[in-house]
C-alpha cells in the first residue's frame, strides 16, 4: 500500500555509514568493542542499573549484548555509544528505538556508580541528541523514564527534554507497574526530508 507521505530520513543514514565517534565535553563516545564486556558486566551488577533498567549480566551475555550492538546499527534499528573519559569507560548512551520512516528515536542512558555527579549523562546525552537531530535529521527524540526516578529526569530536563506527560502503569519492574514520565527533544527546523552526505563526521 503505497504511502503520501515521504520518509523522513531514508535507509542508509545508518547502516551505509561506519558508526562514528562524537565528543562529550572531555569525554568521547565510543561504538563499543569486546573489551567493554567486564565493565558492563560489572556495571549490570549495580542495584540502581538493576532497578531502572530491568535486567542483570554476565560477561558472555555482555559479550553478547556487544555483538548485537553492531548488528542493530547495521539494520538501522538502533545504535550504541560506550561513554570513556580518559581512556575509561564510565557510562552508556544510545538510541534504543528507531524509525527512520517517521524520524523517531528513543534515547537511553546510564551512568556507572563511580563517575556519577559529574555531569557524564547531561554531556553524553546532550552530544548524542545534537548528533541525531541537527547532523543526522532525526525529527524527534523520546526519552522515557519512571516517576520515581529523581535522577533520569533531571538529566533529560537540563538536557532539553521537555516533559509532555505520564504514561500510568506503563512499565514492569521488580516492583511492579511503574508509570513512566514522557519527554521529548523535537528538530523544529526539520523540514528537509534527506540530510545532507557526509552527516556521520564526528564533531
Not at 564486556?37 to 532497578?51: K, M, N, W
Not at 548488528?71 to 538502533?78: F, I, S
Not at 551512568?111 to 555527579?117: D, I, L, Q, S
Not at 519527554?183 to 556521520?200: D, E, F, W
Amino acid at each position: 500500500m503505497p504511502t503520501l507521505v515521504l520518509p523522513v530520513l531514508r535507509s542508509g543514514v545508518f547502516s551505509g555509514h561506519t558508526q562514528p565517534r562524537l565528543t562529550a565535553g572531555d569525554m568521547e563516545l565510543e561504538p563499543w568493542c569486546d573489551r567493554d564486556a567486564e565493565f558492563l558486566a560489572e556495571v549490570y551488577c549495580d542495584p540502581a542499573i538493576q532497578r531502572w533498567h530491568v535486567r542483570s549480566m554476565d560477561v558472555k551475555e555482555a559479550r553478547e549484548w556487544i555483538t548485537a550492538r553492531a548488528l542493530r546499527w547495521k539494520g538501522e534499528h538502533g545504535a550504541d555509544w560506550v561513554v570513556r573519559r580518559e581512556g575509561a569507560p564510565v557510562g552508556r548512551v544510545g538510541l534504543r528505538t528507531v524509525d527512520l520512516e517517521e524520524g523517531r528515536a528513543e534515547v537511553a542512558y546510564w551512568t556507572a556508580p563511580e563517575a556519577r555527579g559529574n555531569g557524564v549523562a547531561i554531556q553524553a546525552l546532550t552530544a548524542l541528541s545534537n548528533w541525531a537531530l541537527e547532523t543526522v535529521g532525526f525529527h524527534r527524540l523520546d526519552l522515557h523514564h519512571s516517576v520515581q526516578n529523581a535522577a533520569s529526569c533531571r538529566v533529560a530536563v537540563k538536557c532539553g527534554y521537555e516533559v509532555e506527560g505520564t504514561a500510568h502503569s506503563s512499565v514492569l519492574h521488580s516492583d511492579g507497574w511503574h508509570d513512566m514520565h514522557l519527554h521529548a527533544r523535537i528538530n523544529r527546523g526539520s523540514g528537509r526530508l534527506n540530510p545532507p552526505r557526509g552527516h556521520h563526521r564526528s564533531e
